[in-house]
């Protein structure tokens, strides 16, 4: 294949059509898209957890089919290394909250984490774990496919209040 490119461009429109179909017509397009994108996962990792470094390496090397299946699954790729860098990225916000995320485990591209401190029972941790946390790792994760969330018991609560920021005097134009 000379370039990906046309193929990705086409398969982006048929996407946007897709988006366009009746709930059900599209629901079930996903559903067989997702079920193709599970085979691909499974084969591909069985047969590369059995390849080393140096031989995953020249597979990809000059075969841009090989390096972008390999970057969209993840191949190579310690996937609980790259989860807990995409985690630290909105760790700051979750603690700012008096919340915690722990990552327990990455499997087929399916992060478990467990929510903890002020996340456990909060009525907006679904909205954290969608907004904040799914965003990370679809950025930082290769292969993302979904999250499992557990939380530590707690009585459902709103979410803490305002969090106070302490402003500071930018310097005057000059100043060094």
Known sequence: MDSLEPL?????ELLRAVEGLADGDRAMVFELLDGIDTLHRHALTSLTSQLDDDTLASLCDGNDAVAWLFDAYGIGVDAH???ERALDAIRP???SHGGNVELLDVTDGVVRLRLAGACAGCTASAMTLSDGIEQALREHLPGFVG???EQEEAAPHPPPGPVLVELQPS???GWR
């Open 93 to 95: 916000y979750i603690h």
């Open 8 to 12: 990705l461009a086409r398969m982006e």
């Open 171 to 173: 310097p005057p134009d």
């Open 81 to 83: 290394e790259a989860a």
């Open 147 to 149: 999250i499992e969330a």
